[in-house]
């Protein structure tokens, strides 16, 4: 019997999200093989080439920019590109031009012009790009998705959909970190919350039709402070953790420090003496409420999609994980972290007119809607099957239907900022005229 091919994997932004992605792809050895790795940080194109199984690691080929990976005839079946937001126009653009299929991080692009440009790219070179939308492949998710097919709560005709982004996550990630302004990244909505765009999309089986939305950084501010102190918190004086969101906490504190390990390369053999000395030049050592941030800490959307079906969507930084209720004729889905904590269970469905309220079982109680619980395992075990065997248009997250999710997600920020309600159809076409600028 003939083997199977191999998927060929070049990883181009060998960071923390192309590194989970590259160590997942070899506990399927079978499946795929590590080919190339680029990355400024050497470090990091070694860690991706350490990941390859010792026979097959002298074979890795090492870059040291996405321009010197690109400059190369096509190497690899697949490019997982895994560069920063701003960064993935241009390689995806090069990588489909030069014949890669790609796995390409969410956002698309930093502007929704570029994103729909290279959905239509996609299209036209007949390439494939899945992008990273890994909710869609989490077990709590999929069993949402079955029991709505299923027909048990009838037609869905209003949702409630909630993410909460978590106190310290959204210090670390969206004051501190990577996203913390929009315009070096994408706006909050885009940036966090086109996962929670595209799986409301995907759940509710049909297009967004039109958005208003409401949101403002109103604690994550200098304003929030009562007097002046130190813009970096090792130079505080005050106890340790005493403030919530004390950067010093990176260096002890167990939960703390599980963040340092996205963002800080040493962190599992650095002393705290070495995190301390990190933390005086690092964003991630400053005061929480003295950086520049712009992204806001709460917001809600109200959505209309086709057939009338209406939602709100709120996104704040003051609740812990994702939880949603749906409400359709014959019943109600009640569903996330919050049931699970507070019961009936993490998803129940009630009928109504009388009937028990049925606690469904995950198929895998490990796995859910905290982090990515179960999305990138399942991302990359069907990742196989998108780029090789199936139909352009079964493919889990491909870049046509992610586009849709990126429509709504700019939308929903042009809402917010001009206070209108904004038809997408017609904002998709102003923006991909270049008569609106997103
Ligand atoms: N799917 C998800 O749930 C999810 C979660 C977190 C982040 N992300 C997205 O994934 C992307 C990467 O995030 P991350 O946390 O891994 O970031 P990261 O900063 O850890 O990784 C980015 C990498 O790109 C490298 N890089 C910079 N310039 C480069 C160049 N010219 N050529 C090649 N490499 C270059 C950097 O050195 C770095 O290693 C972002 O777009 C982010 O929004 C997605």
């Known amino acids: 019997m003939s083997e199977q091919k191999r998927l060929d994997l070049a990883g181009i932004g060998c960071g923390s999200r192309t590194r989970t992605y590259m160590k997942l792809a070899m506990e399927m050895p079978d499946k795929y093989r590590i080919v190339a790795a680029a990355d ?26 996405a321009d010197e990976i690109l400059a190369q005839p096509k190497l690899a079946d697949v490019a997982i590109i895994g560069t920063q937001d701003d960064y993935h126009f241009e390689p995806c653009k090069k990588a489909l031009e030069l014949g890669y299929n790609v796995l390409l991080e969410k956002p698309i692009s930093k502007t929704l012009r570029e994103a729909l440009i290279l959905r239509d790219l996609t299209n036209e070179l007949n390439r494939r790009v899945a992008v990273c939308h890994v ?34 996550h959204f210090a670390h990630s969206f004051v501190r970190g990577h996203w913390g302004n929009s315009k070096t990244s994408t706006p909050m909505i885009v940036a966090k919350c086109c996962h929670d765009m595209d799986i409301l999309y995907w759940l509710m089986g049909r297009k967004c039709v039109s958005v ?8 994550f501010t200098k304003a929030t402070l009562n007097e002046a102190r130190p813009d970096r918190c090792v130079d505080w004086t005050t106890p340790v953790g005493e403030d919530p969101y004390d950067a010093r906490k990176y260096a002890t504190a167990e939960d703390a420090k599980r963040w340092l390990g996205m963002v800080y390369d040493r962190y599992e053999t650095a002393s705290e003496d070495e995190i301390y000395e990190w933390l005086k030049t690092s964003p991630w050592g400053r005061d929480a409420m003295q950086c ?7 917001q809600v959307s109200i959505m209309k ?5 209406t939602g709100t969507f709120t996104m704040t930084a003051f609740e812990e994980g994702r939880h949603i209720e749906i409400y359709g004729t014959k019943g109600k889905i ?25 606690v469904v079982e995950l198929e895998d109680s490990d796995a859910g809607y905290q982090g990515h619980g179960g999305g990138d395992w399942g991302l990359m075990c069907a990742l196989y099957d998108d780029m090789l065997n199936v139909p ?8 046509q239907d992610s586009a849709h999710s990126h429509v709504m997600a700019f939308a929903t920020e042009h809402a917010r900022r001009t206070g209108q ?3 997408l159809a017609e904002f998709e076409r102003l923006v991909l005229s270049g008569n609106l600028s997103y």
């Open 40 to 65: 400024p940080v050497p470090v990091r194109t070694e860690a991706v080439r350490d990941f390859a199984p010792e026979s097959e690691r002298a074979d890795v080929k090492m870059f040291a920019s």
């Open 135 to 168: 909710l869609r492949y989490t077990p709590f998710y999929r069993t949402l998705k079955k029991i709505i097919e299923s027909g048990e709560i009838g037609e869905i005709m209003t949702f409630n959909a909630n993410e909460g982004v978590g106190a310290w």
């Open 212 to 219: 208003a939305s409401f949101g403002e950084l109103s604690f």
């Open 292 to 298: 520049d941030n712009d992204q806001p800490d709460h």
């Open 305 to 309: 999609f086709e057939g009338g079906l």
């Open 334 to 358: 009640r569903a996330g972290v919050f049931y699970k904590n507070n019961g009936p269970g993490e998803i129940s469905v009630t009928p109504h007119f009388g009937g028990e309220t049925r």
């Open 392 to 399: 352009v248009e079964k493919m889990t997250t491909s870049i």
């Open 421 to 423: 309600v904004v038809d």
